[in-house]
């Protein structure tokens, strides 16, 4: 049941300060509106997704979306002034919720300077104090009202310093296609590109950053040369970002396998489930991959020093967030000095050769997959219910707002 009559429109101010914040912003937008019965007023910052929703950005989001801190140094002055424009925008418009979304940097400072104004504040995507520096829990809880998590561990993180916080699910599972039909769409991407049914095929995700691709190509190129020599006509399928395709391809050009590059962002998934195994680095492509049901094995190398500091920082045994959450290795790692050609190719051959290492990888990708949300509520509307939740309890509802009946209970 939606409201039929109210005095006002809810009034949600939200601000995302990068392209995957965007889309979850937009993503609850549209929950929001659904569940609001069209009564709801959107302001605050976001990118093209949340503009599609509606939102009329209040400076462009691309201002924010900066990585480094050589990159921002310069720029500090300009997005400490934009902190104050959005706090000022709040302080003025009195919005009845500000939901802040990722980009803890900025939106953090915006949060606490709103600490007492009176506005709920509600942050999506938790730090993760489960990987480093636990602090940060204890820190945020003394100006944020509530917190959105992305993953089902994260709750008690927060709950036992005082954080109300909501797990919603993460935003990999929203609108995935299921499993029979992608597998549908990987055989039809074999034929587009001349793939015959019975070839092995790799998927080689060698990163997003040139850093990444500049440290693994070397190591992937020695390891597609010892799977050539054991399945012959071996094919690689490497999904890249537009960015980082001259660099692959320059890479690939010297592989001794069949190369198929996939620069489209939209033919991603398509791709890996073309695939039998996949050799990826360490990041969001493994949830991806998943999500393609493709066993993999996981990398991650960086240079020497980055590895000192990670080490002494990190609290994790595990590199990929499927061995995380069941704290043992489902997927094999290979990190840093283990990152070698022989030990990949060994652990790829593994899983091509051997039926059951396949399908345990599946079997554990199916469970991972629902502890994450994947087949009930979608995330999107977890968020907005949880958001809703959050002004009912505290009496901020328009007058004659009536909250909307939950069909399914969140996983």
Request: glycine letters at 8%; charged letters at 20%.
């Amino acid at each position: 049941m939606t409201p039929e009559v109210v005095a006002r429109p809810l009034r949600v101010m939200l601000v995302a300060g990068e392209p995957s914040g965007d889309l979850l912003g937009s993503r609850l937008m549209r929950a929001l509106r659904r569940l609001a019965g069209g009564h709801v007023a959107f302001s605050g910052v976001g990118g093209e997704a949340m503009t599609a929703e509606g939102l009329a950005s209040q400076f462009p989001m691309s201002e924010l979306t900066i990585i480094g801190v050589v990159e921002i140094l310069p720029k500090a002055r300009h997005l400490l002034g934009r902190v104050a424009e959005v706090v000022a925008a709040a302080r003025a418009n009195k919005p009845d919720v500000l939901v802040t979304i990722d980009s803890p940097a900025f939106s953090f400072r915006v949060g606490k300077r709103l600490k007492g104004s009176g506005i709920p504040l509600v942050h999506y995507v938790a730090p993760t104090v489960w990987a480093w520096r636990p602090g940060r829990a204890r820190v945020i809880a003394r100006f944020l009202d509530h917190l959105l998590v992305l993953l089902p561990f994260e709750p008690p993180w927060f709950a036992k310093v005082g954080l109300g916080c909501t797990f919603v699910g993460h935003s990999v599972v929203e609108d995935a296609p299921p499993p029979a039909e992608l597998a549908k769409a990987g055989r039809a991407f074999r034929a587009a590109h001349d793939i015959v049914a019975e070839a092995p095929v790799i998927c080689v995700l060698p990163g997003s950053r040139r850093s990444e691709v500049s440290l693994l190509t070397p190591r992937y190129a020695e390891v597609l040369a010892l799977l050539a020599a054991q399945f012959p006509g071996l094919v690689a399928i490497v999904p890249t970002v537009p960015h980082l395709a001259g660099q692959v391809a320059e890479a690939a050009a010297a592989w001794p396998v069949r190369a198929v590059l996939v620069p489209e962002r939209e033919m991603k998934l398509v791709a890996m489930a073309a695939s039998d195994v996949a050799l990826a680095a360490s990041g969001t492509v493994t949830l991806e991959l998943a999500l393609a049901r493709v066993p993999m094995v996981v990398t991650y190398r960086v240079n020497p020093i980055t590895a000192f500091a990670v080490r002494r920082l990190t609290r994790l045994k595990h590199a990929s967030l499927i061995n995380i959450m069941n704290d043992r290795e489902i997927v094999p790692e290979f990190i840093q000095a283990d990152c070698t050609g022989p030990r990949l190719a060994e652990a790829v051959a593994h899983i091509l050769v051997e039926p059951e290492a396949r399908a345990r990888q599946i079997r554990e990708m199916d469970d991972f997959l629902k502890a994450l949300g994947q087949g009930g509520v979608p995330p999107g509307e977890r968020a907005a219910r949880a958001v809703l939740d959050v002004l009912a309890a505290r009496g901020r509802l328009p007058p004659g707002f009536v909250m909307p009946v939950q069909e399914e209970n969140p996983q």
